[in-house]
């Protein structure tokens, strides 16, 4: 998670970090933001004109950025600046810029990521699971009311879950497939993602406050390498209103980002966190870079990275990853 002043704070606290968590800049850029190298990556969600590069220029010069150099135009629509300066200034001006172009600041060191974990439900998919599945039961408006307050991170998101699960007691567990097949669609760009990143080798996790009814298939459709989600609770084809094991919250999916890091021998600089609401505020903010996707207004203020515009492939360009080198289809 970027910060202002997080670097200057970084040659103090590396002895003292594992592996797993420790930060892997080198000691050239550590003494002051004048010595670390960033990129502004601007993704427009049609094409970039010169006119949009200039503005971005010349914001960063409004905040005493000295721009070192600057890509060639890729793919039509994203260019990387690349600049010395106050990140955390250089974004907030970034983002006055007008038009539909998603604004990404970084530090050049550890910007492909080995790590990708991502939130489920209108994040990888286009839908709230539970939503979709009250409307089988004919009390969708009423779930989804507590969804969005609870998304919002105006509710306890665990006695907001139990409390939705609850109203779905003597559901015909049928539903399930039923809302897979006709509800659940895959978000734009997220097979893509994924599967560039886990054909370079990157560890990719789907962690879902939803379900295993749901997150199983759609990890499988989507390419995912393992996923994490509740257990509803089942009897005679009947859902019993209960959850059963371990609850998937915003704690939890923070440990399985840390777990997989230490697995991987990964320190977190080197992993992507991506989510849409309250409940994964601890995982953007922990992970090395953090995106919120077309979130919730908590969700983007917290991460390092808010997409507005664009569908996921965006996460691949924010990591200089160009068109030529997707896995499609």
Request: hydrophobic residues 45%.
């Amino acid at each position: 998670m970027i910060t202002e002043g997080c670097f200057l704070a970084i040659s103090n606290a590396k002895a003292d970090l594992p592996l797993a968590v420790g930060p892997t800049i080198s000691a050239t850029f550590l003494s002051s933001f004048g010595e670390i190298m960033f990129i502004a990556t601007l993704i427009a969600k049609e094409s970039l004109n010169e006119r949009d590069i200039q503005s971005a220029n010349a914001s960063l010069a409004a905040v005493d950025a000295t721009i070192i150099r600057q890509s060639e135009l890729i793919d039509g629509r994203v260019v990387d600046i690349f600049f010395q300066g106050d990140p955390v200034a250089a974004r907030e001006k970034l983002e006055t810029i007008e038009g539909d172009i998603d604004i990404a600041v970084q530090p050049e060191a550890n910007r492909l990521k080995k790590l990708l974990i991502s939130d489920m439900d209108s994040t990888m998919i286009t839908v709230e699971c539970i939503d979709e599945l009250a409307d089988y039961a004919g009390i969708k408006s009423e779930i989804a009311e507590i969804t969005e307050r609870a998304m919002q991170g105006e509710l306890d998101f665990e006695e907001a879950l139990r409390g939705r699960v609850a109203l779905l007691e003597g559901l015909q567990t049928a539903a399930i497939q039923q809302c897979l097949d006709e509800r659940v669609k895959i978000m734009p760009g997220a097979e893509i993602l994924v599967r560039t990143m886990a054909k370079r080798e990157a560890t990719t996790i789907l962690v879902s406050g939803g379900f295993t009814k749901f997150a199983s298939p759609v990890a499988r459709a989507i390419g995912f390498g393992s996923f994490h989600a509740n257990i509803l609770g089942e009897a005679g084809g009947l859902l019993t209103g209960g959850l059963e094991g371990q609850i998937v919250d915003s704690a939890r999916k923070v440990e399985v980002l840390e777990s997989a890091a230490q697995v991987a021998s990964l320190p977190l600089e080197q992993c992507i966190a991506v989510g849409d609401g309250a409940n994964d505020i601890p995982m953007l903010e922990r992970a090395g870079l953090g995106i919120a996707y077309h979130a919730k207004p908590k969700a983007a203020q917290a991460a390092d990275v808010a997409i507005k515009y664009n569908d996921l492939s965006a996460l691949l360009y924010i990591q200089g990853i160009a068109v030529d080198q997707w896995v499609i289809g």
